[in-house]
């Protein structure tokens, strides 16, 4: 007996120390968002933007109009989605969208409704990302734009879907 002793003593020995350089390895892993407090504090990414490949703004194609195209004749908002806008046939209506949070929206015409490209680009003041439509022909076309968080590496995420639909009637 005394030899299996021996052996459970050594492997105990080396088993401990194992054990806690695991342990602490896995506690220096990820990221705390708790303050002194332990309650969890709201962590929202600050966009700094800049030209060209910046994983910190939402649009889907990051390039900046210079110029600037021309004014649109509507220009609509996050605010307008779910309440029908009325444009006449030929007229610019632009969708205007925060940077701050990461857009999906048409990739291509929808219905009566031309894109013009670039689309989801950085307005000038690179607060907005923007969709410019040419109303081609009458009739209704819904337009569905989905917000997403923009994640930095290393932080906490919330994890949300939000989806503007607008109805856009043309006459």
């Known amino acids: 007996m005394p030899k299996i002793y021996k052996i459970r003593r050594k492997s105990l020995v080396l088993v401990i120390p194992l054990a806690l350089t695991l342990a602490l390895t896995v506690a220096g892993c990820g990221s705390s968002t708790t303050g002194t407090s332990g309650v969890a504090r709201d962590v929202t990414p600050s966009p700094t933007l800049t030209k060209g490949g910046d994983s910190t703004q ?13 004014a649109p004749t509507l220009t609509i908002t996050q605010g307008e989605s779910q309440t029908p806008v009325t444009v006449h046939q030929g007229q610019i209506l632009e969708i205007q ?4 949070q990461r857009w999906t929206g048409p ?20 607060t907005m990302c923007v969709w410019r439509f040419i109303a081609r022909s009458t009739g209704t076309t819904n ?12 932080q906490m995420c919330p994890q949300f879907i939000l989806t503007l639909p607008f109805m856009i009637v043309v006459k």
Not at 97 to 100: A, D, H, T
Request: glycine share 8%; net charge negative.
């Open 97 to 100: 969208l925060p940077v701050s």
């Open 58 to 70: 939402g649009c889907p194609d990051n390039v900046t109009l210079n110029p600037a195209p021309d």
């Open 143 to 154: 337009l569905n734009f989905d917000a997403h968080p923009i994640c930095l590496k290393g």
């Open 107 to 126: 990739t291509t015409s929808q219905g009566n409704l031309e894109l013009q490209t670039p689309y989801g680009y950085v307005s000038e003041a690179r």
